[in-house]
């Protein structure tokens, strides 16, 4: 009881540092995404409290997901209204359930390690790109956005320069401050402190970011952030304008093949930046615990559901989130909960607290998760393992950098399987040779694929030489290989080469194969 107890203490501090980070991104994708922005607020509270509560990840977090951005915008411009979308969403969350019973979360387990790891050093890269503009105080471009082209007509590269140039001092100063307070609480001092334990380094930055910005408003300082540099909560008067933001589902138009189409789209991608998440996140639990991914996209479907019944954004396991969940020393995912709990009693009771929160002070927050996620220790390490490892690892990073999160593993994917189709082309043909007497071994699989290879080594034995063909290791021969072995048979007397078949138990070999 103890130990639950000091844990839950832990996971009550660490849940408010992912709801101080989640705020300003579930605004930020519910404005990227053109919808209104309390659907972002719906989401992430629907994240934290319905899905995690039914999920059985301990770490992940879930909410609106940047990945769902373009998904969001294009159904909500194709089917003409926020309402008929918030549909779609419900049905979305019903497929989902449906995926978790016919047990589609395996797929997870079929993304190489090499692509999951490359997935988390491209995000961390994104961070650190993406927030320097914020640390400088240049908040033109949306908080949460990761796209490479960018909706303020910049790109990820060209937004830091023009940042430099129009950057506000009084958040870069707040930046600094924020980003030396975590630091700080990196040393031997902080963390040997018994009373600062429980009290994680990015809250006390976010806090003293607060308490700077209001000193400096409350002395009627010139140099007080802008309403545009700070956290933009919706701030209802009272409790009937709170109940308007509530938007909900218009079922009339059930049939409609836009919908369907809609529907599918969305339960495609959310699940599959669900799997992926929580397969990476995973990677990053200390104590290695595994998400039971078919209860996992359950857990969302119901997410969905309730999510799109009250207007919100669909949700998804999101990685930024879930990073500084880990990050901030998260150790169940009651601290998930919690958050969720606590960013609905926020909008409700102190709406106006939360819209005081600098941006560049949650930027360097972020910025500092990034550089968690971007380790040079983890590019020597695919480096040393070789490239059929380190490839596919950079491939995924420079492929989500430049397009989104589901196209970069998919490209990542195809390049793990290029050096996989290649390995085994390799090893599926081995040549041996001592001075004049050449051995030619089949083994496993031979395809038409490797006619190339085989038909390279064939031409290449010298002439007057001792060639033995043993196929006794091969479990299946294609017709293409049996004719480039039968062509080399009739022409090795031209060339006064003998040739030896030692055939195998595969019986199209045993007709195939021509007797030297």
């Known amino acids: 009881m103890k130990k639950f107890l000091q844990h839950t203490?832990?996971?009550?501090?660490?849940?408010?540092?992912?709801?101080?980070?989640?705020?300003?991104?579930?605004?930020?994708?519910?404005?990227?995404?053109?919808?209104?922005?309390?659907?972002?607020?719906?989401a992430g509270i629907v994240g934290g409290i319905v899905v995690g509560f039914l999920s059985g990840s301990q770490l992940s977090v879930s909410g609106?997901?940047?990945?769902?951005?373009?998904?969001?915008?294009?159904?909500?411009?194709?089917?003409?209204?926020?309402?008929?979308?918030?549909?779609?969403?419900?049905?979305?969350?019903?497929?989902?359930?449906?995926?978790?019973?016919?047990?589609?979360?395996?797929?997870?387990?079929?993304?190489p390690n090499s692509v999951i790891k490359g997935m988390l050093a491209a995000i961390g890269l994104i961070l650190i790109l993406k927030q320097i503009p914020h640390f400088l105080g240049y908040d033109v471009d949306f908080e949460g956005d990761e796209q490479f082209f960018q909706s303020d007509k910049q790109n990820t590269f060209s937004e830091i320069p023009q940042a430099l140039q129009l950057f506000n001092g009084t958040a870069l100063i707040i930046g600094a401050i924020s980003m030396a307070i975590l630091l700080i609480w990196q040393t031997k001092w902080v963390k040997s402190a018994t009373w600062l334990k429980g009290l994680p380094g990015p809250l006390v930055a976010v806090l003293a970011s607060v308490l700077i910005n209001y000193g400096l408003a409350y002395t009627g300082s010139p140099y007080a952030l802008e309403v545009s540099h700070l956290v933009n909560l919706p701030v209802a008067k009272d409790m009937q304008q709170f109940f308007s933001f509530f938007?909900?589902?218009?079922?009339?138009?059930?049939?409609?093949?836009?919908?369907?189409?809609?529907?599918?789209?969305?339960?495609?991608?959310?699940?599959?930046?669900?799997?992926?998440?929580?397969?990476?996140?995973?990677?990053?639990?200390?104590?290695?615990?595994?998400?039971?991914?078919?209860?996992?996209?359950?857990?969302?479907?119901?997410?969905?559901?309730?999510?799109?019944?009250f207007g919100g954004l669909p949700v998804a396991s999101v990685i930024i989130r879930s990073s500084v969940n880990v990050n901030a020393g998260a150790k169940s995912k009651m601290a998930t909960i919690i958050n969720g709990l606590l960013l609905l009693v926020c909008v409700v009771f102190i709406p106006g607290l939360l819209s005081k929160i600098p941006l560049s002070a949650l930027a360097a927050v972020l910025l500092y998760t990034g550089f968690k996620l971007v380790s040079i220790q983890e590019f020597k390490t695919f480096y040393a393992k070789g490239w059929d490892q380190f490839v596919p690892f950079i491939a995924t990073i420079i492929a989500i950098f430049l397009t989104d999160m589901l196209i970069g593993i998919v490209f990542g994917m195809l390049v793990s399987l290029f050096y996989l189709v290649r390995s085994n082309f390799r090893s599926a043909i081995l040549v041996v040779n001592d001075q004049n007497n050449y051995l030619i071994r089949l083994r496993k699989d031979v395809s038409f694929l490797n006619k190339p290879i085989i038909k390279k080594h064939l031409e290449s034995f010298p002439n007057d030489c001792h060639v033995i063909v043993d196929a006794t290791r091969a479990d299946f021969i294609d017709k293409d290989i049996i004719e480039e072995i039968n062509d080399f048979i009739d022409h090795a007397p031209s060339r006064g080469i003998t040739v030896f078949v030692k055939k195998g138990n595969y019986q199209p070999m045993h007709l195939l194969f021509k007797q030297p």
């Open 247 to 309: 938007t909900y589902p218009d079922f009339n138009h059930l049939f409609s093949p836009t919908l369907w189409v809609t529907a599918v789209s969305v339960a495609v991608v959310a699940s599959l930046e669900t799997l992926l998440a929580v397969e990476a996140i995973d990677k990053l639990d200390p104590l290695k615990r595994i998400t039971p991914t078919n209860r996992e996209l359950k857990a969302q479907g119901v997410g969905n559901i309730v999510s799109g019944l």
């Open 64 to 111: 609106p997901a940047a990945a769902l951005t373009a998904v969001v915008a294009m159904g909500i411009t194709n089917l003409g209204s926020f309402e008929l979308f918030l549909a779609a969403v419900v049905l979305a969350g019903m497929m989902q359930i449906v995926l978790g019973y016919v047990k589609a979360g395996v797929i997870a387990h079929f993304v």
């Open 9 to 42: 203490a832990s996971d009550i501090s660490v849940s408010i540092v992912v709801l101080l980070i989640g705020l300003p991104l579930c605004l930020g994708i519910a404005l990227g995404s053109g919808a209104p922005l309390f659907s972002g607020i719906i």
